[in-house]
Structures are given as structure tokens and as C-alpha cells.
């Protein structure tokens, strides 16, 4: 089973229909005991960081979350749910964040359009299995104020510019995450998931 994470937010219906699509067995789920039995996890994401680790923490999730990456369960995070994987984030003041992977999430600067929505190219920054037979510099869709800073770059796997070069895509053990949306990605979105659930269902 396939557990994507409902914490109260997030685009559920397109992640759950992205992967029912591809064929497989997807259940939409704010259920910590489903989530730690599942074979594959994903976490959507949409809203602000501040709010999705409250949430995530109102309903037992954080402590799920780290419990299964601990123990190398296949972990897909998109958007936010990328950024709440890091130490912390500027937004809303600042707020301590799940602290699963050294840095920082800071917002994107003044002297770019604020939120970064629509199309951008992503420059595969390292090998790794999530792109492929993806074209490197493939576009995908992003919509989000903030960015996340890799204490290291071996973790960046996916890189794209706008109004600075910022990690796009990271992956740590069996963890990967998009700041894009590849639910909303088209072709090459689908792709990328169905990469991840092969892997994660099949082993290959």
C-alpha cells in the first residue's frame, strides 16, 4: 500500500489520482499506524511550512514521518513537504521544522516575482534514479515564496534558476523531494513518480 499523507492540506486529489493512473494501489490517509505499515509513503504539500508542521504534529504524522525515514521506507515529499524536511524556515517569523535534513528554507528574494508559479526547467545537479528517462532540464511546475538551502550539495539532485540557483530536488537514503509539483508536471511528472513507486513497490 501506498500512504499519502492528509495532514488537513495539501493536493491530495491530483498526487492520488497520479498515482492511481500509473496503477497503483494509492490511500489517502491521516492515519499514523497506516502510514508506518505502508510499503511507500508521499507527502503533498501546499500552504505554508509554519502550518503543515503543526498540523503534521496534531495528528501523531511527525514522529510517523521520522519513525519510517529512520527505518529507509521509499519517502516522496513535494513542495512544502520538501521544506518541512529541513532544520528550519524564515517563513512566518521562523519556525523549527521536522530537522530530518541539515539547513535552511529562506524566502526567494525581492528581486523576483513572489510566489514563483508555473513552468521551470530543472538541471539534474546529481545522478539519481528519480530522473530517469527524464531529459535533464526537463520542465516542471512550482508554486511557492520559499526555497530550501542543503546544508550540503551531495543531497541536491535537481537544480533550478529563478532569480538565484536553488535546490529544486534532494534525496538523503531512501528519501526523495520536489520543490515542484510533479502531480502538475505533465508527461514528465508522471514519469517521475512512476520511477519512484517502481523502486519503492518493485524493487526496480
Given at each position: 500500500?501506498?500512504?499519502?499523507?492528509?495532514?488537513?492540506?495539501?493536493?491530495?486529489?491530483?498526487?492520488?489520482n497520479?498515482?492511481?493512473?500509473?496503477?497503483?494501489?494509492?490511500?489517502?490517509?491521516?492515519?499514523?499506524?497506516?502510514?508506518?505499515?505502508?510499503?511507500?509513503?508521499?507527502?503533498?504539500?501546499?500552504?505554508?511550512?509554519?502550518?503543515?508542521v503543526?498540523?503534521?504534529?496534531?495528528h501523531?504524522?511527525?514522529?510517523?514521518?521520522?519513525?519510517?525515514?529512520?527505518?529507509?521506507?521509499?519517502?516522496?515529499?513535494?513542495?512544502v513537504?520538501?521544506?518541512?524536511?529541513?532544520?528550519?524556515?524564515?517563513?512566518?517569523?521562523?519556525?523549527?521544522?521536522?530537522?530530518?535534513?541539515?539547513?535552511?528554507?529562506?524566502?526567494?528574494?525581492?528581486?523576483?516575482?513572489?510566489?514563483?508559479?508555473?513552468?521551470?526547467?530543472?538541471?539534474?545537479?546529481?545522478?539519481?534514479?528519480?530522473?530517469?528517462?527524464?531529459?535533464?532540464?526537463?520542465?516542471?511546475?512550482?508554486v511557492?515564496?520559499?526555497?530550501?538551502?542543503?546544508?550540503?550539495?551531495?543531497?541536491?539532485?535537481?537544480?533550478?534558476?529563478?532569480?538565484l540557483?536553488?535546490?529544486?530536488?534532494?534525496?538523503?537514503?531512501?528519501?526523495?523531494?520536489?520543490?515542484?509539483?510533479?502531480?502538475?508536471?505533465?508527461?514528465?511528472?508522471?514519469?517521475?513518480?512512476?520511477?519512484?513507486?517502481?523502486?519503492?513497490?518493485?524493487?526496480?
Open positions: 500500500m501506498i500512504a499519502i499523507i492528509d495532514y488537513g492540506a495539501g493536493n491530495l486529489r491530483s498526487v492520488a497520479a498515482v492511481a493512473l500509473l496503477g497503483y494501489d494509492g490511500r489517502v490517509t491521516s492515519s499514523p499506524r497506516d502510514v508506518m505499515s505502508a510499503q511507500s509513503v508521499i507527502l503533498p504539500g501546499v500552504g505554508a511550512a509554519a502550518d503543515t503543526v498540523s503534521l504534529k496534531s501523531g504524522l511527525d514522529q510517523a514521518i521520522k519513525e519510517i525515514i529512520s527505518k529507509g521506507t521509499p519517502f516522496l515529499a513535494v513542495c513537504g520538501l521544506q518541512v524536511l529541513f532544520e528550519e524556515t524564515q517563513e512566518g517569523g521562523g519556525c523549527q521544522c521536522l530537522g530530518l535534513l541539515p539547513g535552511k528554507v529562506k524566502k526567494l528574494p525581492s528581486s523576483v516575482k513572489v510566489p514563483h508559479i508555473g513552468w521551470n526547467n530543472v538541471r539534474q545537479a546529481n545522478p539519481h534514479y528519480l530522473f530517469d528517462g527524464i531529459a535533464d532540464g526537463a520542465f516542471f511546475y512550482f511557492h515564496s520559499y526555497y530550501a538551502e542543503p546544508a550540503s550539495d551531495g543531497n541536491v539532485i535537481g537544480a533550478t534558476d529563478y532569480g540557483n536553488f535546490a529544486s530536488a534532494v534525496a538523503f537514503g531512501n528519501t526523495v523531494a520536489t520543490q515542484f509539483h510533479p502531480e502538475k508536471s505533465g508527461a514528465a511528472g508522471l514519469k517521475m513518480y512512476d520511477n519512484f513507486l517502481k523502486r519503492a513497490i518493485r524493487g526496480n
